[in-house]
């Protein structure tokens, strides 16, 4: 018999994103996946969730990433591709003239970066990222 669990996770979670990746390597248990909009249940008790503090955004980005060094999966880009794609944008992995944003990650390299100030790219970081999107 297989046992079932329910795992309710926010939908724009990094943290629920980084679960996902550990839970689905578990054998004989099925997980019935049941999103949630936390920041919605957030709102309702004027809660501001942690992406939204600056000082806790940073610490947030940088325990994901340790935590999924932790665990062996990915995080960094995979992660941000699907957020761009989720609002309707287009993740390229090469700067032009139809370049709306440069995302620096931890080791930007510098010719990218040059290249998107040659073009009047605006460059960001990953943090500003998610905050355009979450704000």
């Known amino acids: 018999m297989?046992?079932?669990i329910d795992f309710y996770f926010d939908i724009i979670s990094p943290y629920s994103y980084l679960a996902?990746?550990?839970i689905k390597t578990i054998?004989?248990?099925?997980?019935n996946y049941k999103p949630i909009l936390l920041g919605g249940?957030?709102?309702?008790?004027?809660?501001?969730?942690?992406a939204f503090i600056k000082s806790k955004l940073n610490h947030m980005i940088s325990d994901c990433n340790l935590i999924a060094k932790k665990g062996k999966f990915d995080f960094n880009r995979s992660v941000f591709e699907k957020l761009i794609e989720d609002e309707g944008g287009t993740f390229k992995k090469s700067v032009s003239n139809?370049?709306?944003l440069l995302i620096l990650g931890e080791k930007p390299g510098e010719s990218k970066i040059a290249k998107a100030k040659d073009l009047n790219v605006q460059v960001i970081s990953e943090t500003d990222l998610i905050n355009k999107i979450y704000h």
């Open 98 to 100: 139809s370049t709306d």
């Open 27 to 31: 054998k004989g248990i099925n997980f």
């Open 2 to 4: 297989t046992k079932e």
């Open 41 to 50: 249940l957030h709102n309702l008790q004027g809660i501001t969730a942690p």
């Open 20 to 22: 996902h990746q550990k």
